[in-house]
């Protein structure tokens, strides 16, 4: 499985920005997608999730602000992110796991994108 993220940049507060995960490799339906952000000496944070017959789930600091989607034609993941903040300027992740169940940790990462927004 390999996953190519996109769609970072330079934004203002308040703009928005949508990232693109693009997956290859294996059956795209078949996994778990998900979104975690990670700062310099920070530990990586949870974003937002897709899960199989489950839905989405959001961590609440972007709940209201950030929509997770996927298109299974297209094998790309979304974070569409609105109303952002100085304080989600991070680097994003994207991952996929295709075990049964909610996920505790992905099995396969994208590399990064970085996200600043300026104040």
């Known amino acids: 499985v390999q996953l190519q993220a996109s769609g970072g940049g330079l934004v203002q507060a308040g703009g928005s920005l949508r990232l693109s995960c693009a997956f290859s490799?294996?059956?795209?339906?078949?996994?778990?997608m998900g979104w975690f952000r990670q700062a310099p000496g920070k530990e990586r944070e949870f974003v937002a999730a897709i899960i199989r017959s489950r839905g989405n789930t959001y961590a609440d600091s972007v709940k209201g602000r950030f929509t997770i989607s996927r298109d299974n034609a297209k094998n790309t993941v979304y974070l569409q992110m609105n109303s952002l903040k100085p304080e989600d300027t991070v680097v994003y992740y994207c991952?996929?796991?295709?075990?049964?169940?909610?996920?505790?940790?992905?099995?396969?990462w994208g590399q990064g994108t970085q996200v600043t927004v300026s104040s």
């Open positions: 490799g294996r059956t795209f339906s078949s996994y778990h």
């Open positions: 991952a996929a796991d295709p075990r049964f169940g909610v996920p505790i940790d992905y099995m396969y």
